[in-house]
């Protein structure tokens, strides 16, 4: 099997089970490809591994059937660039702190390995949201597992933005800016601006405000086969656009509308992970001192 990884810098309790991953990837014969950060992750923690395989670009990815993404949600966001189209099935293991896209912990990674290699497991397919624009907004990688998000910049005032659903005029928000989340981001910044949870599975947008100063509007739950466009106004001509953890600044003339991406980010599901599970788990999900 072919294993890509890409990594961040760890605790240093997490490196015995790093090591321990490598020990077991070797003795199941797998060919291996790092991410050259990640290569300099294990360097600087003092793991050895010889000269290996490096990507330096994504272009550089092998066919890999598996990548394995450790760290936290945001490293599984960057594995998500990485692949693009490919769709290489990405298995996520948490060191980092929330792991709610990153679901298996440090001390499970031997364990999930074995569930893997013995094919106990499932496909986990996630859409994703593409941005569309006149200039190329975010070099080429324009297009994220959680959510697009317009905002103003941190010394401006409110903006405007005038959104259209398939060409027609929905509303003009005024507010700090504005969020279109898919249902994997529905746990993320649009959760923290008002917005519903909503099952990976639902084939829907959340259009969700940042604090809004026209109170009567809430976010709102669109089709994901629907367009969204904007236009934004202000009294600053530059803007922020961020998808997932990018972000860049743009002028106010830019064309932009998101939609549905043609392809998906795959996860891989175990037998044990259970997205209500990890709801309760990781946010409380209805948590009651009274039970």
């Known amino acids: 099997m072919k294993i890509t990884i890409h990594g961040r810098s760890f605790r240093p309790e997490v ?29 600087e923690a003092g ?31 960057e594995s998500v ?35 893997v290699f013995k094919g106990y497991y499932k496909y986990d397919d996630r859409m994703l949201v593409s941005v569309e624009s006149d200039v190329d907004v975010f070099d080429g990688l324009n297009f994220g597992l959680n959510e697009f998000t317009i905002s103003k910049r941190d010394t ?3 903006i405007v933005v005038h959104t259209y659903i398939d060409g027609e005029y929905l509303n003009s928000y005024w507010a700090d800016g504005l969020i279109v989340a898919t249902p994997t981001g529905s746990t993320g910044y649009s959760l923290s601006c008002g917005g519903p949870v ?13 604090s809004p100063h026209n109170l009567n509007v809430r976010p709102l739950i669109v089709s994901d086969s629907s367009v969204i466009s904007f236009g934004i106004e202000g009294r600053s001509k530059h803007f922020m656009a961020s998808l997932d953890s990018r972000s860049r600044v743009i ?15 795959r996860l891989i599901k175990l037998h044990e992970d259970n997205f209500l599970n990890t709801l309760r788990k990781k946010l409380n999900w209805g948590l009651d001192v009274r039970n």
């Open 81 to 115: 660039t990485h692949i693009g189209a490919r769709e290489i099935p990405i298995l996520g293991v948490n060191t980092g702190r929330l792991g709610f896209l990153a679901t298996t912990s440090p001390e499970e990674i031997k364990s999930a390995l074995n569930s």
């Open 198 to 210: 909503v099952l990976p599975q639902s084939n829907n947008f959340i259009i969700a405000p940042i």
């Open 251 to 265: 002028d106010a003339d830019i064309q932009l509308a998101v939609k549905k991406e043609k392809f998906k980010a």
């Open 47 to 77: 793991i050895k591994k010889g000269i290996m395989n490096v990507y330096q670009d994504r272009e550089d990815i092998f066919d890999a059937d598996l990548l394995i993404s450790l760290g936290g949600d945001g490293t599984l966001l």
């Open 156 to 158: 401006s005032s409110m």
């Open 15 to 43: 490196k015995k089970y790093i090591e321990e991953m490598f020990v077991e990837l070797d003795k199941k014969g797998a060919e291996i490809q790092l991410s050259n950060s990640f290569y300099e992750c294990l360097e």
